[in-house]
């Protein structure tokens, strides 16, 4: 039995990851600005290890070489620190949304019947978020619109089969 208690809250977690049960969250949220930076750091240091590798290629000066290898270890440890900075905030977020699901579903919300429709609604809300993002940057606002509604289809057959599996028990 505790294990089985066990699978559901982790399966809850990881539905708190990834959903947003309102309409309102349909937006996708503008990206924190460390975030950002986290993401072009890494980039950038990609493509410092591609041109490393390709000048090690070429048979470049061995000391450059080292040179180059402690400058990307340098980087390296400046952007797990930076993940470093990210973490309270999405645990936040996180114990924020297992908090909103507990208030609203209750015991019911750690059925399994229920656990269920939270990762499949957090599944497809994710995959329709970032549709409608890349159509948003892309400027295809019949898209948006499609997606929009979509969303709204998704959020009201999980509220229909959330409701019906808290009436059962």
């Known amino acids: 039995m505790r294990t089985r208690t066990k699978s559901h809250l982790v399966g809850l977690c990881i539905v708190a990851t990834l959903s947003c049960a ?22 950038e240091r990609r493509e410092d290890r591609k041109e490393l590798a390709e000048d090690k290629k070429q048979g470049a000066d061995k000391k450059e070489l080292a ?3 402690k400058e990307l270890a340098k980087d390296r440890k400046e952007l797990h620190g ?15 949304r297992l908090k909103e699901i507990k208030d609203k579903w209750g015991a019911s919300a750690h059925k399994p019947a229920a656990v269920d429709q939270l990762k499949l609604h957090a599944q497809r809300v994710a995959h329709l ?4 993002a890349v159509a948003v940057t892309k400027g295809k606002t019949d898209v948006v619109a499609r997606v929009d509604k979509v969303l709204g289809r998704e959020e009201a057959r999980f509220q229909k089969a959330m409701t019906r599996i808290k009436g059962e028990g």
């Open 22 to 43: 309102t309409a309102a969250f349909a937006q996708t949220p503008p990206k924190a600005p460390l975030r950002k930076e986290v993401r072009e750091d890494r980039k």
């Open 67 to 69: 040179q180059d290898r």
């Open 129 to 132: 978020q970032r549709i409608r």
């Open 82 to 96: 930076d993940r470093k900075e990210l973490r309270p905030e999405l645990r936040a977020k996180r114990e924020a």
